[in-house]
């Protein structure tokens, strides 16, 4: 398995930030495929196939740690790639809520 598990949903609180540029303050650090609960259950494959999928967003997935459990919200086709290339780490923003 890729993920530690496929979610449906956000099961955190509400953090406030909606844009890329609201996670620019939050320090990218290596995260393993592993222990990442995903936000969705589908991906687009237009932005997994997309060679500029970066260009107008964040370098960097978005994950939220909650209550011990990192859940992936935004960045899930940057970790089907990096699964596909054998990679079992994914570079992350990741904020810490609750």
């Known amino acids: ?3 530690k598990a496929v979610g449906d ?3 955190y609180p509400d953090h406030g930030r909606e844009e890329s540029m609201d996670w620019s303050d939050v320090p990218p650090r290596q995260v ?3 222990e990442l609960v ?3 259950r589908t ?3 237009d932005a997994l196939l997309a060679e500029d999928s970066t260009f107008f967003g964040d370098l960097f997935a978005h ?4 209550r011990g459990t990192l859940y992936l919200e935004d960045g899930l086709h940057r970790a089907v790639r990096a699964a596909l290339q ?3 780490i994914l570079h992350a923003r990741v904020l810490t809520v609750g």
């Open 1 to 3: 398995m890729i993920f």
């Open 86 to 88: 054998q990679r079992p």
């Open 63 to 66: 994950v939220v740690e909650y």
């Open 32 to 34: 393993r495929l592993d």
């Open 43 to 45: 991906l687009d494959l």
């Open 9 to 11: 949903g956000r099961p």
């Open 38 to 40: 995903t936000t969705k």
